[in-house]
């Protein structure tokens, strides 16, 4: 939603923004986070065990390597000057080495980084981001796991508190989240 957007691109603060390929908005928000100054990533939809439906350009689980590199590349062509790929949902993905080395090596090949967003534990990630030689970050606090003002701000707080004792605080939110922005901005 190009409206759910806006509030994030007014941040006055560095910020990478995630978007999801193939929906009727993708290459118009694409577009609006580049010329907001922002971070743009391709949210890659890949399969979760659940089964929920993840969306188009999605990674299958038990795809072959060569199919989970032609649909990454396909959704990368889609939303030019991303700088990185996460994974939207991915259980079942992220989980086997096999299509995780196939998207590290075409994170590799596009000079792109790869971010877990961890929706499981024990994710093959990882090792393949180690042995392409990519850039690797992992998701530390999800921001609106419960949506409401007061625990998004304790969530803010514990990536503070992580990244006052020097280290790295990756924290992800959604922009459906509706107190998520202004929180934030009022932080």
């Known amino acids: 939603s190009m409206?759910?957007?806006?509030?994030?691109?007014?941040l006055p603060f560095p910020l990478t923004i995630a978007v999801l390929p193939g929906l009727p908005h993708s290459a118009e928000a694409a577009r609006a986070v580049r010329a907001a100054g922002k971070e743009l990533i391709l949210h890659q939809p890949m399969d979760?065990?659940?089964?929920?439906?993840?969306?188009?350009?999605?990674?299958?689980?038990?795809?072959?390597?060569?199919?989970?590199a032609r649909i990454l590349g396909a959704t990368l062509d889609g939303l030019p000057g991303a700088a990185g790929v996460n994974n939207h949902m991915g259980s079942a993905?992220?989980?086997?080495?096999?299509?995780?080395?196939?998207?590290?090596?075409?994170?590799?090949?596009?000079?792109?980084?790869?971010?877990?967003?961890?929706?499981?534990?024990?994710?093959?990630?990882h090792e393949a981001a180690l042995r392409e030689g990519i850039r690797y970050w992992e998701r530390d606090v999800f921001?609106?796991?419960?949506?409401?003002?007061?625990?998004?701000?304790?969530?803010?707080?514990?990536?503070?508190?992580?990244?006052?004792?020097?280290?790295?605080?990756?924290?992800?939110?959604?922009?459906?989240?509706?107190?998520?922005?202004?929180?934030?901005?009022?932080?």
Do not use: C
Request: hydrophobic content about 45%; cysteine-free.
């Open 3 to 10: 409206a759910e957007l806006e509030g994030f691109l007014e």
């Open 48 to 68: 979760a065990l659940g089964g929920q439906d993840t969306g188009p350009g999605a990674i299958a689980a038990g795809a072959s390597p060569e199919d989970a």
């Open 93 to 125: 993905v992220t989980t086997d080495p096999i299509i995780m080395r196939a998207v590290a090596a075409v994170a590799k090949e596009r000079g792109i980084y790869y971010l877990d967003s961890l929706t499981i534990p024990g994710t093959a990630s």
């Open 143 to 187: 921001l609106d796991n419960s949506p409401d003002r007061a625990s998004i701000i304790r969530a803010v707080q514990d990536g503070k508190k992580r990244a006052d004792s020097g280290r790295p605080a990756v924290m992800i939110g959604h922009v459906w989240s509706s107190q998520l922005a202004q929180a934030i901005m009022d932080l």
